[in-house]
């Protein structure tokens, strides 16, 4: 079984930054991709940014250039650095973790349970 947890919401002003942590735990061969997703009061769930180990790392048009998604495979743990945040940007933060479960590639998705982010104006 394998548990992620995202950690770093809060309540910031517009302009500000913040950063997002997404930490998985188990047992875990492999993580190939790592995804942040947002969703707003009344709105679907929407990409934020989706970093593929050794392929390419995607951007919703909205963050592209104000939010950079990283990792650190030592430690199992994203992170979502976002910048120059607008009162748009407020929504549930959550990550999507892909991980191999077992040795002949098995994988799954995984979901933290979110992380609220609340911009002011």
């Known amino acids: 079984q394998v548990q992620v947890m995202e950690s770093g919401g809060g309540l910031v002003q517009s302009g500000e930054s913040l950063r997002l942590s997404c930490a998985a735990s188990?047992?875990?061969?492999?993580?190939?991709?790592v995804g942040w997703y947002r969703q707003a009061p009344g709105k679907q769930r929407e990409l934020v940014a989706r970093?593929?180990?050794?392929?390419?790392?995607t951007y919703g048009d909205s963050v592209q250039g104000r939010f950079t998604i990283s990792r650190d495979n030592a430690k199992n743990t994203a992170y979502l650095q976002m910048n120059t945040v607008k009162p748009e940007d407020t929504a549930v933060y959550s990550c999507?973790?892909?991980?191999?479960?077992?040795?002949?590639?098995?994988?799954?998705?995984?979901w933290g349970k979110g992380t609220l982010v609340t911009v002011s104006s």
């Open positions: 999507m973790v892909r991980a191999v479960i077992g040795p002949k590639n098995d994988f799954l998705d995984f």
């Open positions: 188990g047992t875990i061969f492999d993580i190939p991709v």
């Open positions: 970093l593929i180990n050794g392929g390419p790392t």
